[in-house]
């Protein structure tokens, strides 16, 4: 386990400053050894193993050495730090490196002798995460990483976004995933055997824990930062990389976090996420626009230029914003993944200056926001309606369902009749043929047709609850408002098309 040059003593042996002899190399050497500076005659690795780990090649120091055998005292090669290795492998600072100077990180070799054999300069090799070893309950690490999938990015650039990054510590297994504008960070209990950390691929792990035949499965890092997986019979060996690699997520300090119903927040996204805007030329419609109110009111309001969603509840604390706030589709939905894992959890929301931070019980969310101003919403509302009808919810929704099987697919377009009594939908293609439903309702008014993409209808009739629905109609060229009989906390806004 050496580099040898010209001058090194053929079968001298291992001796550090505290006189032990050949202690065994550890198997980190191969990596050290490529990352030692070449060019330097005579010198020589030793990577020595006597409960810390020490690092080091060996020079003639013999006359400055005090805490050397007197039999060593002439020409024993003793040991010194090597300073670049101690950093580049995050071991720790050098004692002495204030000793640096423009002439090079040795500029007074004796003075640092005598501090590297005063100092005893060491690192643990748990602390340096060579090694890492934890055993977890399968369902736990499967949670985990069932929650990474749909944050890592499996077609990227920088293939390390497709890893999680896995730390294990005395407090337990922390899984994080990040694609460098949304992260999660969730912790589990584990029984950690070694602390280190590595990262390793979200889909491939995930695969193999899912399939893993124990309820306990074991993960051991290994040389060159390959992972060893165990469970029961079953054995893997998978490509890592070092955690150092792995982005950082940003930081969290400065947002004051909120308690909030999880139950409510996860309603407010369920009747808003549906009508975000999947056009990537449009940004700023790509996410809902979250907006406190003075009234200790939050309104959260969708739309892709088709179709508007709006809700307003009442969520007491102050989010100390200054206007409202666009949380990303891909954040938005993400989060609402979280909160159906457990609706009635307690959980904090909170925002920075373009982040928003999420977080409940052993898990924390970071997203970065969109950086834009979201379109005046209220002038697309309309204030009165020329007519209301009443409209079974239900049969409405199933209606619209069956008829639009025959719209045009891309349109989706189907006609809305309204008449005495009567609301007539109907559908035609001229390649498949025609279809027509009616439903009675309790209507006096003039007569109207109206057309409208069946979809944006389905979707709002879909999230909302009751038996009965508002639907407000002007002109043929009017846009339709649906929400819930006397009350409109919650509106969908929904454009007429020609048909």
Same mark, same amino acid.
């Given at each position: 386990m050496r580099r040898d040059g010209p001058t090194a003593p053929k079968g001298a042996p291992a001796v550090d400053h505290r006189g032990h002899r050949d202690a065994?190399?550890?198997r980190a050497y191969q990596r050290l050894?490529?990352?030692?500076?070449?060019? @330097? $005659?005579? $010198?020589?690795?030793?990577?020595?193993? !006597?409960g810390p780990l020490r690092i080091s090649n060996r020079i003639e120091h013999s006359r400055k050495c005090m805490s050397?055998? @007197?039999? !060593?005292?002439?020409?024993?090669?003793?040991?010194? @730090?090597?300073?670049?290795?101690f950093v580049g492998f995050r071991f720790g600072e050098h004692a002495n490196k204030q000793l640096s100077g423009p002439h090079g990180p040795y500029p007074d070799r004796s003075k640092r002798v005598d501090s590297i054999h005063s100092t005893g300069y060491t690192a643990n090799v748990a602390e340096t995460g060579f090694r890492m070893e934890f055993r977890i309950a399968a369902e736990e690490l499967k949670r985990a990483l069932y929650r990474a999938q749909g944050i890592v990015e499996r077609k990227t650039t920088m293939p390390i976004l497709a890893n999680v990054l896995i730390n294990a510590t005395k407090a337990g297994v922390q899984v994080t995933a990040f694609d460098l504008d949304i992260g999660i960070v969730s912790e589990h209990s584990g029984e950690v055997l070694k602390p280190g950390g590595v990262t390793v691929s979200a889909k491939y792990l995930f695969d193999i824990v899912q399939s893993a035949p124990e309820p306990q499965v074991t993960l051991k890092k290994l040389p060159n930062n390959y992972v060893d997986i165990t469970s029961g019979s079953a054995h893997f060996k998978i490509v890592g990389t070092a955690p150092e690699e792995y982005p950082k997520l940003p930081k969290e300090e400065s947002a004051p976090l909120i308690k909030l119903n999880g139950a409510t927040l996860l309603?407010?996204?369920?009747?808003? *996420?549906?009508?975000?805007? *999947?056009?990537?030329?449009?940004?700023?419609?790509?996410?809902?626009?979250?907006?406190p109110r003075e009234d200790s009111k939050i309104r959260m309001v969708a739309t892709d230029g088709h179709r508007l969603a709006f809700v307003e509840r009442e969520l007491a604390g102050d989010f100390k914003l200054k206007g409202g706030v666009i949380i990303p589709r891909k954040g938005l939905f993400e989060l609402k993944r979280l909160l159906d894992e457990a609706p009635e959890a307690e959980c904090q929301l909170g925002f920075a200056e373009n982040s928003a931070i999420f977080k409940k019980p052993g898990l924390t969310m970071v997203m970065r926001l969109i950086d834009g101003q979201f379109p005046e919403y209220q002038r697309v509302i309309p204030q009165e309606s020329v007519r209301t009808v009443l409209l079974p919810r239900g049969k409405f929704l199933d209606a619209l369902r069956r008829i639009s099987l025959l719209s045009v697919d891309k349109s989706n377009a189907v006609k809305v009749a309204l008449s005495e009594n009567l609301i007539r939908i109907t559908s035609s293609n001229p390649d498949l043929g025609e279809a027509k439903d009616d439903l009675e309702v309790n209507y006096k008014g003039n007569e109207i047709t109206i057309g409208f993409n069946a979809r944006y209808l389905i979707d709002v009739l879909s999230v909302l609850e009751g038996d009965q629905v508002a639907f407000e109609l002007g002109d043929e060229h009017s846009p339709g408002v649906l929400h819930l009989p006397g009350e409109r906390s919650y509106i969908a806004v929904v454009m007429p098309m020609r048909v």
């Open positions: 065994p190399a550890c050894n490529e990352a030692m500076p070449r060019g @330097v $005659e005579g $010198e020589r690795v030793y990577l020595e193993m !006597d050397a055998s @007197v039999e !060593d005292r002439d020409g024993v090669p003793r040991l010194r @730090v090597v300073h670049n290795l309603e407010m996204i369920r009747r808003t *996420s549906f009508a975000i805007s *999947s056009d990537e030329t449009r940004y700023i419609l790509n996410g809902v626009f979250f907006e």
